[in-house]
């Protein structure tokens, strides 16, 4: 059975690029053009995956997204953005987004972020074989806000390759969704550490510097 797939956005050719990226044999998709209608389709169909873009005209994403998650649906949602921000980010996460897309972005992005989501769904913990099975594990973890379980599997994940930097840079995104900092840098320097390319961790250290916490309002515990 075909999964199905709905993309909100105001931008026309926005929602027939993704619609083209997506249809045929394994995704069946519906589009809609703003909050509203997305909001109405999702309450009223069942939908495997949602695309949702955040600055709409009257009901903007993250309003949808909140609405979704009251009302208790729990379909996996990618948030696509040309505003995105840390706040942002995290507001989303927070209220389970699967992933966040920063626009432009390619059609082989979104596929790949589709191919993520259900791999993801997929993965059950007494499967877990490979190095990058208990990594995907781990991340469906932290979305889902189970710390602890994640911070479990990337424990057994360093065993399978304890020269990788992806264990310790995940390591810091749930120390920093505890609203620990300090512990999540030293996580992101030990992964800067094993490989001083790594753009994520490097990206991470860099934001958790920059940034101040205190006055953008975000609590991330």
Known sequence: MKKRILIVDDE???RTTLKMCLSGEEYETET????????????????DLIF??????GMNGMEVLEE??????KTSIVIMTAYGTIENAVRAMKLH??????????????REAAKKVFERENLEENKLRTFED?????????ISNNF????????????KDPSSPVTHNLLGVISEYKGDVQQAQKYYRAALALDPTYEPAESNIRRTVEFDYSTAGIKLD
Not at 32 to 47: H, M, P, Q, T
Not at 68 to 73: D, M
Not at 134 to 142: Q, R
């Open 68 to 73: 979704l998650r009251k009302k208790g649906n």
């Open 52 to 57: 949702l873009d955040i600055k709409m005209p």
């Open 12 to 14: 026309k050719n926005i």
């Open 134 to 142: 208990y990594i995907e594990f781990a991340k469906l973890s932290i």
């Open 97 to 110: 987004a699967v992933d966040f897309i920063p626009k432009p972005f390619t059609p082989g992005e979104i």
């Open 148 to 159: 602890e379980k994640a911070e479990e599997i990337l424990k057994q994940a360093v065993g």
């Open 32 to 47: 809609a053009a703003d909050g509203e209608e997305g909001l109405k389709k999702a309450e009223e169909n069942k939908y």
